[in-house]
């Protein structure tokens, strides 16, 4: 046999498929590290709507929550649309829904109301919210002016984050899913929402943590204390100052 021929046959060699983690078919996370055990034992089913208006790198975080948000509610009641400015002619029927006169923003602008102080006319609402960081949802909601216009809401609560594994900017923040749940407890007057929604957090959390993950403080709680390992740039400083005079 001649050297071509020893390379053809060689070449001939199908290459093992790389070693792929089983894939949970739910929330398509390696199943070892599948949460849906602790989602609600039945998907929850409220008046309201949530809406995500989602940064496209948002997608690409593997510790994410929309998609717990998402398997936890009934499955017409959490809509995600994808991009840096809304609407675009992709996002189908999200004008109709930014336009509606029960839509409210989920925004804590100094022009906000707190969402209790809703007068409860409606028996419904579409709760928008940005997902993503805190510069990109100020960078989204600054190329939509829809968002503009629609009535703004806030959140006033003395909770602090339970994303024990995620650095947050300031003590108040919550992540998307606990944003939407406190939303919904408040509207709907069930704690329901806040009880059950974030248990798949929970379980995420604790399973980091047992691998060696480490708790994080919030950037607003280092600075405070001084053991902020970085220098404070202005667009830190300048949200630190606008969200203590919320």
Known sequence: MDEIEVWEDLSNIPADPPLMRELCENCKRPSVVCWCSAL????????????????????????????????????????????????????????????????????????????????????????ILIDGTWPQAKAIYASSPILHVIKQVKLTTTSTSNYLIRTQPTQG??????????????????????????????????????????????????IKTKTYPKLIGKRLSKLLRSTNEI
Do not use: W
């Open 40 to 127: 609600p034992p039945e998907r929850l089913d409220p008046k309201s709507k949530v809406i995500l208006l989602q940064h496209p790198a948002e997608e690409k975080r593997c510790l994410r929550t929309a998609p717990m948000l998402q398997l936890g509610l009934a499955e017409n009641k959490c809509l995600i649309f994808k991009g840096k400015k809304f609407p675009q002619p992709r996002h189908e029927c999200l004008e109709d829904i930014l336009t509606h006169p029960n839509t409210v923003l989920l925004y804590p602008s100094k022009a906000a109301i707190d969402i209790k102080d809703l007068k409860h006319e409606a028996t419904s609402y579409n709760i």
């Open 173 to 222: 923040c919550l992540s998307t899913l606990e944003t939407a749940a406190e939303a919904l407890s408040q509207l709907e007057n069930n704690s329901i929402y806040r009880d059950q929604l974030l248990e798949p957090l929970h379980m995420l959390c604790k399973f980091q943590l047992d691998n060696g993950a480490v708790t994080h403080q919030s950037k607003e709680f280092l």
